[in-house]
């Protein structure tokens, strides 16, 4: 841009509208690409029914379709393998964090900066209202199209996404304001960069903060909950999952890789390591699971929002009943393990 | 052609001290022979060149405590395998591995906590063990530090931690991450009540463990060399394929970039927290 400014003046405008042009396409492509690559396999039954209903004609048939639709997924959620759901969270078309608030939040008024070090896009914060009260939101937001996800660093965070995300949580907290955090990510960032700007020290003092924070934290897994990257901005008074998300320690195959120097093990180490919704629940690490109506969340986003939406509204209510204190929310977390205790 | 071959990094990660039975040793660190009763004598560092040999939880106490000050705490409090971590595909066991460890290095869990005094100030003490599931923080791990913590608080006095662990213990899945947001408010409880906690980083505190309590000291210290980050450069290598440069993730790294007060060779570490646990214990 700058070398044609500096031959043509003229000519720079034309040239922002031609890449312009160019990006725009390119995503469309990528988009329309992915609609049809991002089936997954188990789901190829589904989508075919999905697609003769759209094409049925009288009630009868409909009804007919319909009932079988249920059915199909009934037995193939039942049946996925842990691998499968490892997949189904990382979906690329499950609705990411910008397309919950956008749907359950009248507006949203995104700020930048942690006022440190620069701005990280791969988490977002800002001011959001719901239901005509102002709530702090926060969170990481992997991408809809290609371009996005590389802009947004596929949702992995440095450590200015980290203090970003503090910033708020203050903000909140002087201001009295609940905070919403939707956590959706494969990691914080491994990056030398990001060591040397302190990534473990960013996320740790996070989790001091929110351990300690007088205000109402609600924290939400919508996909993938990857470890210290994602506990950094969910540590809340109510912790909840979708019934498809994943939320885990480290990555199955990451995992694989350590104890068996094999990430084809992956499969086993999902099983191993426990990562779905009901899991956490049974170990009481999250509150509630959220149910994912038609079919998943990627493929019925308007009810899976509606679902949130409700739980946030619900949350909220106690909120102003004065239900979460910290204290409460210490003694939850510090319940949290299971140890033997030989006397 | 060896000679295009990129050179590797050379990891700090993987050190292992190799003390043999003999009388002389050679020191990884400098590549000298040194007698074994040299380094005995000198708390297992390198008298030519500073090199740390790796110790266990136990002999740093008793390098650091003044004699038969130390009363160990929890002890009772050990690992148990909450997720069934038992994979007979590859014939894993959780509950064996912990076992063999307990064994091998006569510990119970990957930190060993009590009461202590240093150059006479009445501490609560932590110090990890490596040689425990590589210092793994699992359920049990979080539990203990906690516990020692809420001493601390309770007794009003100061807390000193050494660390040295791989990270988050894989075994215990998800409940071992809950352990940073735990031992994150262990650390603040000491805060609120106005107790001193010092983080003493060793070789190597990473994952995990640097994501949460050891990071948040109220003064962090490092023993040389040692390697302390968030993401394992294997990881880091893997993902972006880039050659880190020599001296990535060290403790002199980490001093450099602001994250760690001071690094005190493991001989001068007595004195050195002596004098801060003095100065800083609640009057």
Redesign the interface.
Known sequence: MLYSRSIRPGARSYCIEELGTALAKLSQNNNSRGTAAHVLPFEKRIVELEARLEQAEDDDTRNEITQELEREREQVFAQLTPWQRVELARHAQRPKMMDYASRIFEDFIELHGDRVSGEDTAMVGGIARFQGQTVILVGQQKGNSTDERIRRNYGMAYPAGYRKALRMFEMAERLHLPIVTIVDTQGAHPHPDAEQRGQGPAIARNLLYLMGIKTAVFSVVIGEGGSGGALGIAVGDWVCMFEHAIYMVCAPERCAEILWRDASKKDIAAAALRITAHDLKEFSVIDAVLPEPGGGAHRAPEAAAQVLAQEIEQFLVRAKNGDWTPERRQEKFRKMGVWRDVV | MPFLKRRRFVSVIGRKSQVPDGMWMKCPGCNQAVTRKEIDENQQVCTHCDYHHRIGARKRIEFLVDPGSFQETHM?????D??G?V?E??S?SYPKKVKESTEKSGM?EAIVTGFASIENTRTVLGAMEFGFLGGSM???L??KF?RAADDAVRERLPMVVFSSSGG?R?M???????????T??G???M??AGVPFISVLTHPTT??V???????GDIILAEPHAHI???GPR??EG??K?K??EG??SAEYQHE???VDQIVSRTEMRSVLGKLLAYLAPQ
């Not at chain 2, 994501?211 to 948040?216: E, K």
């Open positions: 009772g409090l050990q690992s148990a909450p997720l971590f994979v595909e590859t894993y119970t699992g359920s049990a979080g539990e906690c988050a894989m215990e899945g998800i409940l071992s991450l809950m352990q940073m947001a735990k994150a408010d650390v603040r409880a805060n609120a994952g995990g640097w994501a949460s309590f050891a990071s948040l980050g968030f993401a990881l880091i993902a972006l880039v880190l440069p990535f993730q970039y602001g994250y």
